[in-house]
Structures are given as C-alpha cells and as structure tokens.
C-alpha cells in the first residue's frame, strides 16, 4: 500500500503562481511513476504533468499546462507542481497519482482555485 499526502493548494489571482507537493509513504520502493491529475466541476479528471521515478525521470504535460506548469521529483517520496501563469481554467482539486506494483494510488487532492 502506498499513501499520498497532498500540500500547496489555495486562492490565487490570474497570472500568480502555485506550488504543490506531494508526499508518498508505505510502499514506496514499489512506486515507478507519480502525478499530478486535476478534475474541475463538471469535467472528467484529466492528465496535468507525470514523472518517471527512475533514469532519468521523464516528464509528460497535458497540453493546457505545457510551458506553463513544471513537474519536479526528489530521489523516490516526493513530487512537486510548480504553476505559474495561473488562469481561471487551472480552478480544480488537484491530485496526487502514485504508479506501482500494478496499482494506482490517490492522494485525497487539493482545492486550487484561480480567481481576481
């Protein structure tokens, strides 16, 4: 089993900037990808950034954040979002996924809310 804690989120004016962590306990040595995900009301949840855990640690972004977002790791517990150029369109709860051992794991997400 593996466990996901989510930390950063909050209220936001267009065009700030956000950080988000994500810590992963348990099972860690199982984990070979982690996430971020976000679903706003209304909407499906959808892929925001993705990191490999080992080599060299890919990255992959969902198209709305490219340029934008940056999706950061530390040697196998940690991940973070780093978001700037915030827009109103970025409002969701953000998520924590964690790849491993067959199984996905979610964090219980964090409110980002972008408005003036």
């Known amino acids: 089993q593996v466990q996901l804690v989510e930390s950063g989120g909050g209220l936001v004016q267009p065009g700030g900037s956000l950080k988000l962590s994500c810590g992963a306990s348990?099972?860690?040595?199982?984990?070979?990808?982690m996430g971020w995900y976000r679903q706003a009301p209304g909407k499906q949840r959808e892929l925001v950034a993705s990191?490999?855990?080992?080599?060299?640690?890919?990255a992959t972004y969902g198209d709305s954040v490219k340029g934008r977002f940056t999706i950061s790791r530390d040697a196998l517990t940690t991940i973070w979002l780093q978001m700037n150029s915030l827009k109103p369109e970025d409002t969701a709860v953000y998520y924590c996924k964690a790849t491993g051992g067959a199984r996905d794991y979610w964090g219980q997400g964090t409110q980002v809310t972008v408005s003036s």
């Open positions: 990191i490999g855990i080992f080599s060299r640690g890919t």
């Open positions: 348990g099972s860690i040595f199982s984990i070979n990808a």
